[in-house]
Each structure stands twice: as structure tokens, then as C-alpha cells.
């Protein structure tokens, strides 16, 4: 593993992303919003890799995208090396691409089918202007290939030769090209077979230790997560359930949505998984136009409170939305529930 620091890289201050829902075909009118992300805060220090987990539709892609500027915040701040992107001009934002890049989740359709891997791989060093010349181009093309497990030649093919795996270390080899310290790994892996998961894991891994990078790592499963993540965040319904060291968060979960997740999780031994307690969640996730107020996880919570948990002021409870606060209940370990 890469060396971690204290050194924080991306600090995320109560970020916030709303979809506007609209109505009407001449005279578009907003009715709603769609609350992906909804008042979310954290730290990802230099040289370490922040696992972000969560169900389906929680606000984890939403979170990785509005912290590389891809969708702009509704509110909130993200302070990236000492600099807000919020606030940025577009002019400085565009150079300061060049240090953070993004892995998408789906091999298939994040490569142009009209450009061969070589130039795909190369594109951002054109549009950088990081090479002066043609053969240098080849060079650096060939280099990136080669660093991914894939070899120069390749770089003549067009995506529909290749494998789902290996489509996907082109997209890292994309990302890698403009030399950033940050990536969003947008669950990188979620396509693939398990086998391919396996190296594809690996090989980030060996980079990340190779070339010095900080990695936001976004996926749902949770067993992927643990292994590559050294914290993890745990988010529901567009909010942050809980923060924690990804050991601790295994062995001593908190919040009932974690503990819920975890015990959801397959164990190779029989005996231990046919006696473990399971914490079987009610209902569905309700929709993020209109979260419950409140915890947003109180209508499926096994331990809620009717009152204390739906909105109603309570100690622990925010004085203006009866939202729970992330408190931190053990060095680096936060919590929001009450009844943590």
C-alpha cells in the first residue's frame, strides 16, 4: 500500500446536489427537486483510498461527479490541494483537470467506438498539450498500455476487440494519462466477472503505490470495498450514515443501515453463516424527491423511535431539520444516529 499522510487532499464541506424536476412542454415549470445529495462532509487524505459504499440511487456517483466539477453543486465547498473548485473560473478548472481524472463504471459505453484505444488513451495528453511531437505521443501511448497490462500493439484496436477487463484498464490507462494524484473510481469493477475483478483490483492497487495516488473508491460491494479501502464512508438516501476505518467498521458497526449491509454479506464458512444473526431491512428506500424528515432511515430502522427519530427536537438532533448529526463517538469513527 501507498504511504498515507496526515495531509488532507480533498476536503468535501457540506456538499449538496439537487436535480430540478420540471413540468410542462412550452413553458417548463420546477416542481420538485431531487435531493442526491443532500448536506455531505469528509476528508480524503494524500496516498489513501476512501471507499464509498451504499444501495443503489444512495448519491454515491452523484458525490464523485460533483466533486471533479462534472455536475455543479447545488451548495457546499470542495477545497482540492489548497484550491475551492466551487468558486473556480472556468479557465483555471480546466488546468486543474490535469490532477484529478475519473475510472467510469461502465467499460462499454464510456470509450468513443470511433477512436482506437491509442488515441483514447492519448487524448488527454493532446488536449493537455503534454506531448511535442508524434513519436512522443507513441511513446507515452505505448508506456500507458504497458502499465496497465496491455500491450502497445494494441493500441491500434477499436473497444469491440476487447474484453470488458480489458476496456476497463484502457479507461485507467485514460485516466492515468494527464499524471493526476486523484481518481474517482466510479465502482470500476461492478461489470466485470469475478476473476477479472480480482486483477483489475489488484492493478490499482500496485498503481496506487507506483504513481502516488488518492483514490475515491465507489462501489457496493462491500467485500471489494474492504479490500482496497483504508476508510470507508456509508451513505443512504443522499446523507452519510457513518465514517470509519474500514477494520472498525467491520467489526464494530454502529449505525443499524451498516450493520444491515453487513450482515447481508456472504461468509465462506458454513457453520458461521447458518448461525449469524441477520438484520432483514422492512419496506423499500423511499424516493429522494420526497425523503422522509428527520433520519432518512427511520422508516426502515429496526431500533426507531416514533418521534425521536422522524423529526421531532430532541437532544442530538439538528435545532433546524431534525437531522441527526455525524458525530464522532470514538477517534475517526462517526456516527449519525441518536441511538449510537
Known amino acids: 500500500m501507498t504511504t498515507k499522510s496526515n495531509e488532507v487532499l480533498v476536503d468535501v464541506q457540506n456538499l449538496v446536489k439537487y436535480f430540478p424536476v420540471t413540468a410542462g412542454i412550452l413553458f417548463q415549470k420546477k416542481v420538485a427537486d431531487v435531493k442526491a445529495v443532500d448536506d455531505v462532509s469528509f476528508k480524503i487524505h494524500k496516498g489513501e483510498t476512501l471507499g464509498m459504499v451504499g444501495e443503489s440511487g444512495c448519491g454515491k ?43 467510469f463504471q461502465d467499460p462499454y459505453g464510456s470509450l468513443n467506438p470511433r477512436m482506437s484505444a491509442g488515441n483514447i488513451v492519448g487524448e488527454p495528453l493532446v488536449v493537455h498539450k ?81 504513481f502516488d495516488l488518492t483514490y475515491l473508491f465507489v462501489a457496493h460491494d462491500l467485500s471489494v470495498v474492504r479490500h482496497i479501502s483504508d476508510r470507508i464512508v456509508v451513505m443512504y438516501l443522499g446523507k452519510i450514515a457513518e465514517i470509519a476505518d474500514r477494520n472498525e467498521l467491520y467489526e464494530n458497526p454502529l449505525h443499524p443501515y451498516t450493520q444491515a449491509l453487513l450482515s447481508a454479506v456472504p461468509i465462506p464458512d458454513p457453520i458461521v453463516e447458518a448461525t449469524r444473526e441477520r438484520t432483514v431491512l422492512q419496506g423499500d428506500v423511499p424516493s429522494p424527491l420526497n425523503p422522509p424528515s428527520g433520519c432518512v432511515f427511520h422508516p426502515r430502522c429496526p431500533v426507531a423511535v416514533d418521534g425521536d427519530c422522524s423529526g421531532n427536537h430532541s437532544p442530538g438532533l439538528s435545532n433546524e431539520i431534525g437531522v441527526p448529526d455525524l458525530r464522532e463517538v470514538s477517534p475517526g469513527h462517526f456516527v449519525s444516529c441518536i441511538k449510537v
Open 61 to 103: 456517483t452523484t458525490v464523485g461527479r460533483t466533486m471533479l466539477q462534472l455536475y455543479k453543486p447545488t451548495s457546499g465547498n470542495v477545497i482540492f490541494e489548497g484550491n475551492d473548485l466551487t468558486t473556480m473560473a472556468a479557465r483555471d478548472l480546466r488546468a486543474m483537470r490535469r490532477r484529478m481524472q475519473m475510472i
Open 130 to 210: 503534454m506531448t511535442r511531437s508524434r513519436a512522443e505521443f507513441k511513446d507515452q501511448v505505448d508506456e500507458l498500455l504497458t502499465v496497465v497490462g496491455l500491450s502497445p500493439y494494441m493500441g491500434a484496436r477499436f473497444p469491440h476487440e476487447f474484453s470488458g477487463g480489458q476496456r476497463q484498464r484502457i479507461g485507467v490507462a485514460r485516466a492515468l494519462a494527464v499524471r493526476p494524484s486523484f481518481i474517482v473510481c466510479d465502482e470500476p469493477v461492478s461489470a466485470l466477472d469475478v476473476s477479472i475483478q480480482a486483477q483489475l483490483i489488484n492493478l490499482l492497487e500496485e498503481l496506487q503505490e507506483q
